[in-house]
């Protein structure tokens, strides 16, 4: 059966620091691949898919980046956190035209 | 108008109720509709899966799709206290592996 895994599962951060989340996802090859952030009030948004190694799609401009450097790998990364960076993220797989399934989520405070 | 509207609640009903769950979405080409209950500090946990209009069910679980109302519903039977959690709807207009629109879910309380 397939499993998607994050950490760290909670992380407090200063304000400017740089970040990275990892996911991996288990059980299954080449996923779509998301990156989702829940903030309060707000809502999901999803702010970077992948469809594979390599390639990335961002949705919302803004200091955050992500990587995908192997096939069940996906990275959100920034050089810079700010305050509005705070929120819970979350990692999602599909398959090709399949339902999202989701991580357990990193909750990020930005201090 | 958002696309997806959602209202938050809360919710609180009495162990044993039926819940009524709705969405109210804008964008016609939406053709896929997804419900997810996460429960605190949780990631999102897919509850029903459905295509264009209609009815499914699973256990006490019916979902409902009004494509020319634009509205969809998620039904719970005989609800529990471990049913108590926030509910989102999602969509999309291609196949669900692309961007999924979410709702802002509704936080539902069953009390025993």
């Known amino acids: 059966s397939q499993t998607i895994h994050q950490w760290p599962a909670t992380l407090v951060q200063p304000v400017g620091s740089p970040l990275s989340l990892e996911c991996t996802v288990e059980g299954t090859s080449n996923p779509n691949l998301y990156w989702y952030r829940q903030a309060a009030g707000r809502g999901l948004q999803l702010l970077f898919y992948?469809?594979?190694?390599?390639?990335i799609s961002s949705e919302v401009p803004q200091n955050l980046s992500a990587s995908r450097p192997q096939d069940r790998q996906f990275i959100l990364s920034s050089k810079k956190l700010l305050l509005s960076d705070s929120g819970f993220y979350l990692c999602?797989?599909?398959?090709?035209?399949?339902?999202?399934?989701f991580g357990p989520g990193t909750r990020l405070t930005v201090l | 108008q958002k696309e997806v509207e959602q209202d938050p609640g809360p919710l609180s009903v009495p162990e044993g109720a039926i819940v009524s769950l709705n969405c109210t979405y804008s964008?016609?080409?939406?053709?896929?509709f997804m419900w997810y209950r996460q429960y605190s500090r949780k990631g999102p946990e897919l509850l029903m899966y459905t295509y264009s209009s209609g009815n499914k069910e699973d256990g006490r679980f019916t979902a409902q799709v009004d494509k020319s109302s634009k509205y969809i519903s998620l039904f719970i039977r005989d609800s529990q206290p471990s049913d108590s959690a926030t509910y989102l709807c999602?969509?999309?207009?291609?196949?669900?592996?692309?961007?999924?629109?979410f709702g802002k879910g509704t936080t539902l309380s069953v009390s025993s």
């Open positions: 964008n016609s080409a939406f053709q896929y």
């Open positions: 992948s469809v594979g190694i390599g390639q």
């Open positions: 999602a797989w599909s398959v090709v035209g399949g339902e999202q399934f």
């Open positions: 999602a969509m999309s207009v291609g196949q669900a592996g692309t961007a999924l629109i």
